[in-house]
């Protein structure tokens, strides 16, 4: 049986010790060199599961190692040992290829977790179907799911752009679980969704009577992505004192509860996402530089749909097969003139509005077969701006007590569908000609609002 082996790379006799004695504990055969000289010439001879290594060395830089082990051995993970508040240092070095950081002086638990996490990496295969959740085989996607197997290798932050409605939370998901926290949480949140006034508790969370209505302790959504990812949709949007405390939580790897004595060490990756142009933000003042700064380690770029068509067969295909199982209704048909129209159509919305136009054809076609008229890609276009409208006015949803214009639509609905059921005295057929729809599409309907009895 070989024996898992690390290398430690430092000038300093005293942390070599350090090093050698925490990892021989967690059962690592430890090799340790003064130099870079020294570590290469280790290299050479020996294969390890592991690499730390200090950024001041006699003989050159730890970024040099980095980039060295990232061109010969990539699939190594190497983590850097930075002094304290080097944030620079840190950054350049992950974006050299480090898998992660640690400073100085060396906090013995987050250094565990470090290695544990490292040693996950290790044990990953080279290649994994996980990115198959993204549908397609153009050139954009072909690169965008090489880059997101191997971002998921490592711990480096990863602002994840693109358009409104493009995948950007299925691109995070993916190097998620295509990474060694896959067992654990991933945690995705809106940031604009979240009221001013609670995002300090919802992201660090708080102690019994902290605050007026803090009735008993609540962990914050670092917490709950603890040894997992932490998904920052929309990050555009939080506020500027916000922006503060996240830096100083993401830099520390620490944060405080509301009224909490002390810091809780946490160990989440972050990944980040927005539609808008953070560069621009940047500049404008709307957003800090320092937070852009560690966010934007490694930027990846989500296609938006019209750069891709060639992929839209097969994201219909898989989208009404989706619709139909969700429903417990045979997958219908699509004419070649409807998908002719689907494949020319510029969608503004991205993929977000080619299921939309679905669901809506979905419940419209006849005879379990998708016609042109039953897209109505105009009045498609109408809607989509009518709910990136209602998105972007989310933060209206405490006096409409709902989370979005979509789930106040929704519950409306309800009302009617249930009215109107009510009156027919549950006789689905009659109700769908009392609201002027299909059968099919108000069986669709039940099955999405949670109404459907299967008893038909």
């Known amino acids: ?55 001041r060395l006699p003989d050159g830089n730890g970024i040099d190692l980095v980039r060295h082990i990232q061109k010969k051995l990539s699939h190594m993970p190497v983590a850097v040992i930075t002094a304290h508040g080097n944030m620079d240092t840190a950054i350049e070095a992950m974006k050299a290829g480090a898998f992660d950081f640690v400073s100085k002086p060396i906090d013995l638990p987050s250094l565990r977790k470090l290695v544990d996490t490292a040693l996950s990496t290790k044990q990953l295969p080279a290649s994994s179907e996980s990115s198959d959740k993204i549908i397609g085989n153009s050139p954009q996607i072909l690169k965008l799911k090489n880059s997101i197997q191997k971002l998921a290798r490592s711990q480096a932050p990863i602002y994840v752009s693109g358009e409104s409605g493009s995948g950007k939370e299925l691109v995070a998901r993916s190097i998620h679980e295509l990474g060694p926290r896959s067992q654990a949480a991933f945690v995705a949140v809106n940031c604009g969704a979240i009221p001013k006034e609670l995002m300090e508790s919802e992201f660090f969370g708080h102690k019994k009577g902290s605050f007026t209505g803090a009735n008993q302790d609540k962990n914050g959504l670092f917490q709950a992505a603890e040894g997992g990812t932490l998904f920052l949709d929309e990050v555009a949007d939080l506020p500027l004192d916000m922006q503060v405390k996240l830096l100083r939580a993401i830099q520390e790897k620490a944060i405080r509860p509301i009224g909490g004595q002390g810091e809780i060490i946490t160990n989440v990756r972050i990944l980040c996402a927005t539609h808008k142009n953070l560069e621009e933000l940047v500049n404008q003042g709307d957003f800090r530089q320092d937070l852009f700064y560690r966010l934007n380690v490694i930027q990846l770029n989500v296609p938006a749909l019209r750069d891709r068509h060639e992929d839209i067969p097969g994201l219909i295909d898989a989208l009404l097969s989706r619709i139909a199982e969700n429903c417990g209704i045979d997958k219908p048909k699509i004419s070649s003139q409807a998908q002719k129209k689907l494949i020319e159509y510029s969608y503004p919305g991205n993929i977000r509005e080619l299921e939309n136009i679905l669901e809506r054809a979905f419940t419209l076609c006849e005879d379990d077969e998708i016609c042109e008229e039953d897209l109505q890609l105009e009045r498609g276009t109408i809607v989509e701006q009518a709910g990136e409208a209602g998105r972007k006015s989310s933060h209206f949803h405490a006096s409409l007590n709902h989370s979005s214009i979509d789930d106040y639509l929704s519950e409306v609905e309800r009302e009617i569908i249930c009215d109107t059921l009510e009156q027919t005295r549950w006789n689905k057929t009659l109700a769908a000609k009392k609201l002027g729809i299909s059968f099919r599409s108000l069986r669709y309907r039940l099955v999405k609002l949670g109404l459907d009895d299967s008893e038909e």
């Open 1 to 55: 049986m070989t024996n898992t082996r690390a290398l430690v790379i430092d000038d300093e006799p005293d942390i070599r010790e350090l090093l050698e004695i925490t990892l021989s504990r967690m059962s690592l055969d430890v090799d340790c060199a003064a130099d870079l000289s020294e570590a290469k010439r280790y290299l050479e001879k020996r294969e390890y599961s592991l690499c730390l290594t200090d950024m």
